[in-house]
């Protein structure tokens, strides 16, 4: 099996295992609606990152954020200079907080948010989209198990993400 897509995540004693299940290989074509938006946009470079299966973490409101662990993201879509951005720390100390990017969502039903997305290191690196999660997950009633598509986009230079649901 190729370790990258199907893993078993090293956790504390007290902590419950996670099987993170063998990504699928993306669909041949998005839908049109969401391809016509992106005409729409302008939107170029357009990349199948992952399929994500929602966790209680995900979902829960106190958690607000969606996490997208770096092992399971199956292209390059970030610029040097975002990969740089994400490593910065307010005071450009290392205890700093993460500053975090800038990324615009597209939902599935196509309304757009901004939301900051944070390199975290936690059992794995993970990418998080936090702050403005919980409106996306109420808008779209998303739930625990539910298996999103994570496909990103660039408009004017600028990264998007639209979640496809499944």
Do not use: H
């Amino acid at each position: 099996t190729n370790s990258r897509y199907a893993e078993e995540n090293v956790v504390p004693k007290n902590k419950k295992r996670r099987i993170i299940p063998r990504s699928t290989p993306p669909p041949k074509e998005l839908l049109l609606e969401f391809k016509n938006r992106i005409n729409e946009l302008n939107g170029c470079d357009l990349q199948f990152l992952m399929l994500k299966r929602l966790f209680r973490s995900d979902v829960k409101t106190n958690n607000n954020r969606l996490s997208m662990p770096i092992k399971e993201i199956r292209a390059d879509f970030l610029t040097k200079e975002e990969i740089t951005k994400l490593n910065e720390r307010e005071n450009g100390s290392d205890d700093g907080r993460l500053i975090g990017l800038k990324v615009t969502m597209l939902d599935p039903c196509l309304k757009e948010y901004t939301l900051p997305m944070k390199k975290w290191s936690m059992t794995t690196n993970t990418y998080n989209l936090v702050k403005e999660w919980n409106k996306i997950v109420s808008a779209n009633k998303f739930e625990e198990d539910q298996e999103l598509q994570i496909w990103s986009f660039r408009v004017n230079n600028n990264l998007y993400l639209l979640l496809n649901k499944l």
